[in-house]
Nanobody, 114 residues
Framework: QVQLVESGGGLVQPGGSLRLSCLAS????????MTWYRQPPGKERELVAS????????NYADSVKGRFTISRDNAKKTRYLQMNSLKPEDTAVYYC???????WGQGTQVTVSS
């Protein structure tokens, strides 16, 4: 059974940082392309970042380039999203997602507010 479990969300002030984690199970993690999505309040879900199987190629939405970093630890079956210089517009529920099979985690709330 495929499971994706996010953690690390919370409330942070503008300019602050958070690191999200996504623990995967039930599929060959090291062979899977992985992504992070987010859904701001009242808006559609959007792709934030993606990473290839070996972590050699990453892609980011323009709105987070230079501030967010996606990475993965295949030995721990965990994918990370390091978020720096957070802005109020980064407030959203963040989801990890495995494109193959369209599997989603339950999401973790990130709120950026003073």
């Amino acid at each position: 059974q495929v499971q994706l479990v996010e953690s690390g969300g919370g409330l942070v002030q503008p300019g602050g940082s958070l690191r999200l984690s996504c623990l995967a199970s039930g599929f060959p993690f090291s062979a899977s392309h992985m992504t992070w999505y987010r859904q701001p309040p009242g808006k559609e879900r959007e792709l934030v970042a993606s990473i290839t199987t070996a972590g050699s190629t990453t892609n980011y939405a323009d709105s987070v380039k230079g501030r967010f970093t996606i990475s993965r630890d295949n030995a721990k079956k965990t994918r990370y999203l390091q978020m720096n210089s957070l802005k109020p517009e980064d407030t959203a529920v963040y989801y990890c997602m495995r494109p193959t099979g369209n599997y989603w985690g339950q999401g973790t709330q990130v709120t950026v507010s003073s």
